[in-house]
């Protein structure tokens, strides 16, 4: 997935309000951007860190710049949770997630389980259908090791919760994991930070979901899906 425009680099002053970061440019302008990233950023949010925004170029909107990346341990980190929809389609399409070829059709945003839309849903002649939850990895406490949630998601749970179900009537069901850092070799779920989801994973696997995880190449240029991660 390359970049739609040219991303500005600038530093991070702050975010907040969950969905808010102040930027500071080259220039010395500050801004405020929107960042589209509901967790808690836990290890990104550290003061005059090299940051990259992007410019929608949409007049309507409020904000037009998006906080992208931001780099942490001299990694870059892609914080936009709404690209990792975007990376898993690219990738799933052109093949390099194998555990996901085969598939004819590709829904997006099927409703499902309780009140639920699931990311994907795969389908194929003489195939069960594949029920496919996408989540956007950033968290890296220990080298080399990426962690997933970085706050307590009760949704994340549910999520978890209706892919067992599906499991459950013999259909396929993945989460798949995105991580969209390059300097991450094994992935792991944070249960310290959210036990209730840590066991609601636990759970889904024993009921048959499987889990993939998938590290990115990331610059400012674009972020591509490249290979798997083992658990830890």
Do not use: W
């Not at 904000?63 to 001299?74: K, R, T």
């Not at 968290?139 to 067992?164: I, Q, W, Y």
Request: with cysteine; glycine share 6%; hydrophobic share 45%.
């Amino acid at each position: 997935m390359r970049f739609s425009n040219t991303l500005v680099e600038g530093q991070l002053i702050r975010r907040y309000k969950r969905f808010l970061a102040d930027v500071r440019l080259a220039n010395g302008e500050e801004m405020t951007v929107h960042c589209a990233n509901p967790g808690s950023m836990l290890g990104l949010n550290t003061p005059y860190a090299r940051a990259f925004i992007s410019n929608s170029k949409n007049p309507k909107r409020k904000l037009p710049f998006s906080l992208e990346l931001i780099e942490a341990d001299g990694a870059l980190v892609g914080v936009h949770t709404g690209r990792a929809n975007a990376l898993a389609e690219e990738a799933i399409k052109a093949g390099v997630i194998a555990p996901l070829n085969g598939y004819a059709q590709l829904s997006r945003e099927v409703k499902y389980g309780a009140n639920s839309r699931v990311d994907f849903l795969l389908q194929n002649d003489n195939r069960p259908p594949c029920f496919v939850e996408v989540k956007s990895v950033t968290l890296s406490r220990t080298s080399g090791l990426a962690e997933f949630p970085d706050s307590v998601s009760a949704r994340a749970a549910k999520h978890m919760a209706d892919l067992a179900d599906e499991a459950h009537k013999g259909n396929r069901a993945v989460v798949l994991f995105v991580v969209q850092r390059a300097d991450c070799v094994a992935f792991s779920p944070a249960i310290d930070i959210d036990p209730a989801y840590g066991a609601a994973l636990e759970k889904a696997k024993a009921a048959g979901v499987e889990i993939l995880c998938y590290g990115c190449a990331v610059s400012p240029e674009g972020i591509t899906i490249k290979q798997a991660i083992p658990p830890a």
